[in-house]
T-cell receptor, first 109, second 115 residues
Framework: QKEVEQNSGPLSVPEGAIASLNCTYS??????FFWYRQYSGKSPELIMS????GDKEDGRFTAQLNKASQYVSLLIRDSQPSDSATYLC?????????FGAGTRLTVKP | EAGVAQSPRYKIIEKRQSVAFWCNPI?????LYWYQQILGQGPKLLIQ????????DSQLPKDRFSAERLKGVDSTLKIQPAKLEDSAVYLC?????????????FGSGTQLSVL
C-alpha cells in the first residue's frame, strides 16, 4: 500500500463544473495535509493546507479532511481552464512529508 | 520577495559522469529540502537541512549523492557517478521553520537527463 495514494487521472471536467480530487493516506499519525498544484514543467505551489477534521474554504477551493477514514479531498468550484494541472496531495507527520503521485486535471472550455 | 533560486535549469550528462546543482532559498528560511521527482511521480525527499545541519537524509543514496549547506544559506547537491535512473527533476524547497504547519516554497527545479 502506498503511503499517499491518489488516482492518477486524467480527470476531465467541463468549464464551470466542480472538480473533486481525492487522496488517502496510510499513516494514522499524520498531522497536517496539503494540496499543491503543479503545472506541466513547473514546480509545485501550495494552494491549500488543512490540519483538523472538517472543511476549509479558500475562494473556489475547499479542502476536506476525515482523519478517521484517512481521507483528504480538494474541491474546485467553477473550474476554469487555468486550473488544468496536476494536483499533489502531501501528508506530514513531524518532519516527514510524503507526496502522492498526483492527479492530472483537465478543464475543458 | 524573491523566491527559491535554482541552477542550472537543465543538465544533460552521460552515465558515470558527475553533476552538481545549486539552490538559494528564500531569505530567512532556515529549513531547506532537496526533492527528486521522477516523471509521473510525486516528489521524493532526498535530504532536509535545518540551518546547516542535516535533519533527515534517510532516503539519500549516499554512495553516489551528497549535499551540503555551508553557512546555513545556499546548498549544493552532487551526484557522482550518475546512473540512468537518476534522470529526474531535482527540486529545492525552503520554509521558515520546521513544524506540522510549515509551508514549503519550491524552486523551478533542475531537469537532469542521464544518457
Amino acid at each position: 500500500q502506498k503511503e499517499v495514494e491518489q488516482n492518477s487521472g486524467p480527470l476531465s471536467v467541463p468549464e464551470g463544473a466542480i472538480a473533486s480530487l481525492n487522496c488517502t493516506y496510510s499513516d494514522r499519525g499524520s498531522q497536517s495535509f496539503f494540496w499543491y498544484r503543479q503545472y506541466s514543467g513547473k514546480s509545485p505551489e501550495l494552494i491549500m493546507s488543512i490540519y483538523s477534521n472538517g472543511d476549509k474554504e479558500d475562494g473556489r477551493f475547499t479542502a476536506q479532511l476525515n482523519k478517521a477514514s484517512q481521507y483528504v479531498s480538494l474541491l474546485i468550484r467553477d473550474s476554469q481552464p487555468s486550473d488544468s494541472a496536476t494536483y499533489l496531495c502531501a501528508v506530514k507527520r513531524n518532519n516527514d512529508m510524503r507526496f502522492g503521485a498526483g492527479t492530472r486535471l483537465t478543464v475543458k472550455p | 520577495e524573491a523566491g527559491v533560486a535554482q541552477s542550472p535549469r537543465y543538465k544533460i550528462i552521460e552515465k558515470r559522469q558527475s553533476v552538481a546543482f545549486w539552490c538559494n532559498p528564500i531569505s530567512g528560511h532556515a529549513t531547506l529540502y532537496w526533492y527528486q521527482q521522477i516523471l509521473g511521480q510525486g516528489p521524493k525527499l532526498l535530504i532536509q537541512f535545518q540551518n546547516n545541519g542535516v535533519v533527515d537524509d534517510s532516503q539519500l543514496p549516499k554512495d553516489r549523492f551528497s549535499a551540503e549547506r555551508l553557512k546555513g544559506v545556499d546548498s549544493t547537491l552532487k551526484i557522482q557517478p550518475a546512473k540512468l535512473e537518476d534522470s529526474a527533476v531535482y527540486l529545492c524547497a525552503s520554509s521558515l521553520a520546521p513544524g506540522v504547519n510549515e509551508k514549503l516554497f519550491f524552486g523551478s527545479g533542475t531537469q537532469l537527463s542521464v544518457l
